[in-house]
């Protein structure tokens, strides 16, 4: 067996309560290797074409990745794949709580669960047993009274109130972690499953138990030592981006009319520190711990993330940080998408404004949205509309132009009209307006430490085929997403702040580069037979101690590609388009600035060139070459036949 | 005069969130910066991010580049997030 993997998944059916557990063929797991990756071809494979995703028909997966609870560090993640109720689309929301870890020590890779159990259920996993046990008393409750009142020392994930709701982006929960975008809360609650518990005592086989620890170590070393994973993050949290997008005009503020908040210091990550924080906290076994502990009416609860702040103070233009705490603290009890929260409020608000839609909330007024989250979360009065998200309310009350989604997916917390790549990012993102799926150009653009001209189009899809690429295959090896700031090492920085004949070579590289990337990238593996430096990409090497396998830089190339690449045909097979590859006429059509004729995104002028050099036809399709460099295959097969199957035991 | 607003680990640094300068170049500024901050504060500089009204100065003519009456100069560590 290759080492960090469990060796079995687990499938249950509520329906007839049939218990499967199978062996994944070896070349499934060397291809798709672990969450996202392995999520993304399982969904393929196990989902019938057109389902529904709220019917039973729907497959919710929880997949982890061989340094799941392997003692590497940043990366105890797991991962959670379903066709989004929201939009249609694949779905796959990454969770850093410690259910990965308890599922693998309960001896498995993956858990699949299919049907819809004929009343509120959770399951349970204790090694090799698996139970189905009532959950009357736990229906209703929210996320946190959920977890206390599930055993102790498991692995939980949890859906509040919203996700029993079926609001279409209900999160799931586990510890204080949030599986947040997409709905995948709703997919649970369909299913009349409000919790899945998991334990055991099995260990994660490494294959080279030495080198591995001596590799974690210095990857430890490494992050601390980096003055942004080391330093910033820790000392200030994600929310240290609100005053950098706010002065590069990236911050989404009124509904995305604006790039930047006057108050935007008020609700920063410093003042977050300053005045808030308790103590870090963070994802188990991670040295940078960017989480918050804070202080609210006498609790110590977890503090809002950047996206949060974004789009719950300056989108609604809120500068009242300790509302943003509250609203945060009430959405994750209730089990809802902040993202999608705030993009929904500030929707509404300015549908307000202009007359489409009668309600009290209104720009920069807190009062009544305590009540509206929990109107939503419970789908009471005009609640029950806000709870199917911005899409929805603008195709029935109108104001497109201004419905910040792409695909249903309302847009994470970056105004792309300060870096334009960012925008072509949220067009092409499988789930919709995710600016992690887009590859997170605004980093190499406007917020990171290192930036091209983010107003150009020039050289943009190249770096987000770059970005995009180099995510995803961090992330299917179950890493989180924050290990990639590593990429620019110490040294870089060093380089580029003390010469600018050096930082012009090196945003040359990005920008010019860009396409000379792109085109590298439609290179089979081989092309590039190294392992990439420590220092940039430490997971690898981490990846490779771990499972004993080769792994190159060529290989991790060819894994990002392959995910990006098994996400779009579940797409195109669903019936999406490159008609669905746009963004609101707000971001492409309005100025963000009157006195910057490029402050909107020029996604005509980027996207055909994204398309090419991911080996895609002018209408957005893989060619059937590109593929089978890839090695995907495009019939949809069960991975395995079913070695054991049995009968839940159910519990009172 | 310019307004120069110092954020995350450069304001802890320097103890506070901002100051005022006549400084007329980014170069002027630095030292002036680095000359009322000290030794902490200007290792840090080493890696720093520096925009002059949201425009990194990799994009206008780094430390040569001048400043105005009214400018807004903004130093940030480098950072991450999201
Ligand atoms: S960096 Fe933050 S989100 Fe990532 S694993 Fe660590 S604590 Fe979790």
Known sequence: MIGGYMGKVLEVDLNSKQVKKYALPHHMLELYVGNKGLGARLLYDLLPPATDPLSEKNVFIVTTAPLTGSGAPSSNRFNITTKSPLTGT????????????????????????????????????DGENVSIEDAAELWGLDTQKTQEKLPPKTGKIVIGPAGENLVKYASVISEERVAGRGGVGAVMGSKNLKAVVARGDQKVRVAHEEKFKEICKKWRELARQHPATGEELPRYGTAVFVNKCNATFTLPT?????????????????????????????CRGCPIACGRLVEFKGKKIKGPEYETVGLLGPNIM?????????????????????????????????????????????????????????????????????????????????????????????????EPRGAVGQGLGYAIASRGGCHIGGGYAIYLEANGPITVDPLTPLGKPGLVVLNQTTMEAVSSLGCCIFTVYMFLPRQLLELNARSPFASKLIRGTFLYGGNLIGRALSLPAWTLPVKPPFIMLPQVWAHVYCTGQRFTLGRLMELGKRVVNMDRIFNLREGLTARDDTLPARLTEELQRSEEPNSRVPLDKMLPKYYHFRGWSRDGVPKAKTLRTLRIDPQQSHPAAAVSSESATTGS | MVEVRLYASMRAAAGEKRFFTDASSVKELLQQAEGRYGKEFAARLKVATILVNGKNIAHLKWRRTRLQDGDVVSIFPPLAGG
């Not at chain 1, 819809?116 to 349970?124: G, M, Q």
């Not at chain 1, 008020?266 to 808030?276: F, Q, R």
């Open chain 1, 254 to 282: 009124r509904n995305y009319r604006y790039g930047t908040f006057s108050e935007a210091d008020a609700v920063s990550g410093e003042t977050l520190a300053e005045k808030y924080l308790v103590k870090n906290i963070g």
């Open chain 1, 318 to 414: 809120n500068a009242d940080l300790m509302a943003i705490i509250e609203f945060n603290y009430l959405a994750d009890l209730l089990g809802l998408d902040t993202i999608s929260l705030g993009n929904t409020l500030g929707f509404v608000m300015e549908a307000g404004e202009k007359g489409l839609i009668k309600t009290n909330l209104a720009f920069g007024k807190i009062d009544g949205i305590s009540q509206a989250i929990e109107d939503i979360a419970y789908r009471r009065g005009f609640g029950d509309e806000m709870a199917e998200g911005v899409r929805y309310l603008s195709q029935k009350y109108g104001g497109e132009e201004f419905a910040i989604h792409v695909k249903g997916l309302e847009i994470a917390s970056y």
């Open chain 1, 90 to 125: 694949i779905v796959n929301s990454n969770c850093g709580g410690d259910f990965g870890i308890h599922l693998k020590k309960a001896g498995y890779d993956a858990l699949i669960i299919t049907g819809k159990a004929d009343r509120p259920v959770y399951l349970n996993i």
